[in-house]
């Protein structure tokens, strides 16, 4: 802060104010019911998305990669609000799907994780990514998906991430 001209405190004081509405926002969330905590995870992760496309155009390029919208003094990445509702709408997905056979839930869960992660990787955002993808994997494995596919998954994850380790310069840097 000193570095930058700023009060001494003032990252402690921001990180706390963060702190405190995430404390609440986190309370207000606990207060939903099931219904209206999938409808909010919709409205969130289309904005996300939408957020994310905005983020290839006009966010800002950093080391070779497009991850944040500005906004005023304020930055946002998008694909850290998105994680979270992705996890709710996949896992409701999933949950239908073994509750009623009409509902396509693992096309359904699958297309969203296949937009989400390629939004990421054009970024590229490999670890956000690799990120989304396990989390998948694992809530297709708890939602009941056979060990072979689980493992199939696996497998390509790990072809992937090889392959991004030895391709993308900044993945192999930051691995080593």
Not at 7 to 34: C, D, H, K, N, T
Not at 71 to 95: D, I, M, N, R, T
Not at 98 to 121: E, H, I, N, T
Not at 143 to 150: D, E, M, P, Q, Y
Request: charged fraction near 10%; charge should be positive; aromatic fraction near 12%.
């Amino acid at each position: 802060a000193i570095k930058r001209g700023l009060p001494i405190y003032y990252f402690v004081e921001r990180q706390l104010v963060f702190i405190a509405a995430g404390i609440v926002l986190m309370l207000a969330l606990s207060l939903l019911s099931p219904v209206r905590v999938r409808r909010l995870a919709l409205g969130v992760l289309a904005v996300c998305l939408v957020c994310l496309l905005l983020v290839l155009t006009i966010g800002a390029e950093i080391n070779g990669a497009r991850r944040w919208l500005h906004l005023g003094s304020y930055s946002l990445q998008p694909s850290e609000l998105a994680k979270p509702a992705f996890v709710v709408l996949c896992a409701w997905f999933l949950a239908e799907g073994r509750r009623r056979s009409d509902m396509p839930a693992m096309p359904l869960a699958f297309a969203l994780y296949l937009v989400l992660a390629g939004l990421l990787v054009l970024q590229p955002d490999v670890g956000q990514a690799l990120l989304v993808s396990l989390v998948w994997c694992a809530l297709f494995f708890l939602a009941g998906g056979s060990i072979a596919w689980f493992l199939a998954f696996l497998a390509m994850l790990a072809s992937a991430f090889a392959a991004a380790y030895h391709t993308v310069g900044y993945v192999r840097l930051r691995v080593d």
